[in-house]
């Protein structure tokens, strides 16, 4: 046994992330911070621990991912580009995964390896607290078909959004995309799914209550918007997932427009809370995650890095 594993004689609760790359993510300062918060009330956090495990390609992390089913991870979050591989190598998939094709958080029952999506209800939370804009009966443009776009369709829908339209430079992937997003609807549902190309959206981001840009777009200095900026317009909001990366175009465009502009931060904290939140209840915990924590921690680093 690794003496890294044992503190004080308890075994370390270990958690990872992984994907290629992970160096940039905020994700094991956010958690560790969060686990020494909670540890004040509830002893038990003491003993977790997080860190980022860079995987180079699927073989590397379909190790990593077998290490949640043997009980040496208790838990994992996926980023790109594994959140496929993790959901395939699942015994049990949530609706939450298998709507959006990818899971961003495993966790071992049993002897199964159970997948979860956390970034559509991440991304819709998010957005909700922060803008102040609920999603019931608004229509939703997104950008990008994803693993990471397809979970925030999938969660607008079912939080009430009146229409959500799917954009991709590909109409065929679109379409199949939105076909399988249908029958993931929960029952009662009320929201029409439609996907178009990038060439309509002189027609559709005007009408658009909400426009969510899910693509990796925005990452590199010289990367231009996803859509034509000038398009947006007071009243609406916009969301760029991208974060850590300063004001991407389309949210510059965004806020000289009069939109209400928000990058990914938010939605960063709220899906990790949520994977606490999973991975907890397994442990038979049901302890309180204060978002606020994580989001702190986030923007002391970010802070940090802008002046250095």
């Not at 690794?2 to 290629?20: P, S």
């Not at 994700?27 to 909670?38: A, F, I, T």
């Not at 009408?207 to 200095?221: C, H, N, S, Y």
């Not at 990058?263 to 809370?273: K, R, S």
Request: glycine content about 8%; proline content about 4%.
């Amino acid at each position: 046994m690794d003496i890294d594993e044992v503190l004080d004689g308890k075994l370390l609760n270990r958690f990872v992330l992984i994907g290629n790359p992970v160096g940039h993510s905020l994700s094991p300062v956010m958690h560790n911070k969060l686990y020494e918060h909670m540890a004040k009330s509830c002893p038990h956090f003491g003993t977790w621990r997080y860190s980022a495990v860079l995987c180079e390609d699927e073989q590397s992390a379909l190790e990593q991912i077998d290490k949640v089913r043997l009980g040496i991870y208790k838990g994992m979050n996926i980023t790109m580009p594994y959140k496929r591989l993790a959901l395939a190598r699942a015994d049990y998939v949530d609706a939450s995964a298998d709507a959006a094709g990818g899971a961003n958080v495993l966790v071992r029952k049993g002897f199964d390896l159970y997948a979860y999506n956390t970034d559509g209800t991440g991304a819709v939370g998010a957005i909700e607290r922060v803008s102040g804009m609920s999603p019931a009966g608004r229509t939703v443009a997104v950008c990008g078909t994803g693993p990471t776009s397809v979970a925030i369709a999938a969660a607008f829908g079912a939080a009430g959004a009146r229409e959500v339209c799917l954009f991709s430079r590909e109409r065929a992937k679109a379409r199949s995309t939105v076909e399988r997003l249908e029958l993931s609807l929960p029952q009662g549902a009320v929201c029409v799914l439609d996907y178009a190309s990038y060439a309509d959206a002189a027609r559709i981001i005007p009408k658009a209550d909400i426009v969510v840009d899910a693509t990796p777009r925005g990452m590199r200095p010289d990367d231009e918007a996803i859509v034509d900026v000038s398009l947006f317009h007071e009243g609406q909001v916009v969301f760029d997932t991208v974060y850590n990366h300063g004001i991407t175009k389309i949210l510059a465009g965004a806020r000289d427009n009069g939109a209400f502009a928000m990058d990914g931060l938010e939605m960063l904290v709220e899906q990790a809370a949520l994977s606490v939140e999973i991975w907890e209840a397994e442990m038979g915990l049901d302890e309180p995650v204060p978002r606020e924590v994580m989001r702190l921690a986030a923007e002391h680093v970010l802070r940090a890095k802008s002046k250095g």
